[in-house]
């Protein structure tokens, strides 16, 4: 769980979010048992506000840059102002894996 606690303590000290949920979902691919290399992230923050979509992705992307440089191989990001996680309140879950390899 290293690579998870890492992704945790660095978006929360990026980003101070109201919200944070990091989910490994790694155990829904097609890889070694104990992996970490799938995530889903959803960030709520204050700092989103105003932000396009592709500036809040970069951001996050900015901010985990080593672990997708290393093992984490898939991350899904869903990034909300507080405002827009009133309307939303819950992110959409991941698609179904459509393959992959046991490395």
Not at 35 to 60: C, D, M
């Amino acid at each position: 769980m290293k690579i998870e606690t890492d992704i945790i303590e660095k978006l929360k000290q990026a980003f101070t979010p109201d919200y944070l949920d990091v989910c490994n979902e790694s155990f829904m691919h097609n890889v070694p048992e104990g992996a970490e290399s799938h995530f889903k992230v959803v960030v709520v923050s204050e700092q989103f506000s105003g932000q396009r979509l592709i500036q809040r992705h970069r951001a996050v992307n900015t901010t985990l840059a080593d672990e997708l440089a290393g093992e984490v191989h898939a991350l899904a990001i869903h990034t909300y102002s507080p405002a827009e996680w009133q309307e939303q309140i819950q992110a959409p879950d991941s698609p179904a894996c459509r393959g992959g390899s046991r490395n």
